[in-house]
Nanobody, 122 residues
Framework: VQLQAFGGGLVQAGDSLRLSCTTSGRTFSNAALGWFRQAPGKEREFVAGIERSGSITRYADSVKGRFTISRDNAKNTVYLQMNNLKPEDTAVYYC????????????????WGQGTQVTVSS
């Protein structure tokens, strides 16, 4: 499975941004997908995850109510809609895939994209 994330950029606090991650390789619809982020000097952390059918999602407490993960299996794409962005959301965002249920644990994901930078100015 190959993943490619894009859509990052520089925005102001309160703005919105949508990240996309396209996949190729093994059947996309069989994979749970997740978004993680890593700020400078910090560990990579879970942001959101979605199971293969899209009916189950999980979010980090820090983004609940602001971020929405979704997927389009016909387009082999997973999205992360980010609203009301805050400076603390600044990080490199990665998409990841695993062939199992949705997980919040980064080590349970087998495939990773290259990351896209999101910078939120105050």
């Amino acid at each position: 499975v190959q993943l490619q994330a894009f859509g990052g950029g520089l925005v102001q606090a309160g703005d919105s941004l949508r990240l996309s991650c396209t996949t190729s390789g093994r059947t996309f619809s069989n994979a749970a997908l997740g978004w993680f982020r890593q700020a400078p000097g910090k560990e990579r952390e879970f942001v959101a995850g979605i199971e293969r059918s899209g009916s189950i999602t999980r979010y980090a407490d820090s983004v609940k109510g602001r971020f929405t993960i979704s997927r389009d299996n016909a387009k082999n794409t997973v999205y992360l809609q980010m609203n009301n962005l805050k400076p603390e959301d600044t990080a490199v965002y990665y998409c990841a895939a695993r062939f199992g249920g949705v997980s919040i644990f980064r080590y349970s994901y087998d495939y990773w994209g290259q990351g896209t930078q999101v910078t939120v100015s105050s």
